[in-house]
């Protein structure tokens, strides 16, 4: 009974170090986490696509300890109501910045991971995510960052020429 005592006290206090060990390695924010906490609050946004202009609103918050930049939109595509939501932060083990996107035309998520250029503001991002057909399509974002506005470009797969922009303009 006394061996089954100390294995018992022996096995909690190395679960508290380890329970220690790890909150001490969480990660933090960093100046990467800066870029993205620099696009929080609420924009208005201009969408044009295959010449039709429509609009909506972005809301931008740090959330999940910093770490991550939550983003809500809502707006008009097409003449339908159109929701997006996304997640954002910097990937330090990869050295990108990632970047999750759901919205209300699929049920597969867009993923892509890219590096931001201070000199430009640009952040420039590459990944997968569902075509026109439903299909996995290639995708490139770049987006011009300014304190009052934000500049957005979808391109999608080897396309010179975006396939829709979005102008962001920070709410008063």
């Known amino acids: 009974m006394k061996t089954m005592r100390a294995f018992a006290a022996a096995s909690l206090a190395l679960a508290a170090i380890a329970t220690a060990a790890t909150a ?3 990660p933090k924010p960093g100046p990467e986490h ?5 696009l929080e ?3 208005d946004a201009t969408m044009k696509f295959g010449g039709s202009e429509s609009k909506g609103t972005m809301i931008y918050k740090m959330d999940v300890g910093g770490l991550w930049l939550a983003s809500s939109f809502e707006g008009d595509f097409g003449g339908a109501k159109f929701q997006g939501k996304g997640f954002d932060s910097y ?7 990632v970047s999750v996107w759901v ?5 597969t998520p867009m993923l892509m991971e890219g590096t931001y250029d201070k000199a430009s503001k640009t ?11 439903a299909k996995p399509a290639k995708y490139k974002s770049v987006t011009q960052i300014g304190d009052k506005a934000i500049k957005f470009a979808m391109y ?3 396309g010179k020429e975006p396939a829709f922009t979005i102008d962001y303009t920070r709410k008063k």
Request: proline share 3%; hydrophobic share 30%.
């Open 41 to 43: 609050g609420a924009w």
């Open 24 to 26: 001490q390695d969480l």
């Open 156 to 158: 999608m797969g080897d």
């Open 123 to 133: 952040l420039t991002m590459v990944g997968e995510g569902p075509g026109m057909d």
């Open 103 to 107: 919205d209300s035309m699929s049920t």
């Open 91 to 97: 990937d330090a083990g990869k050295k990108k910045y």
């Open 34 to 38: 800066e870029v993205l906490k620099k």
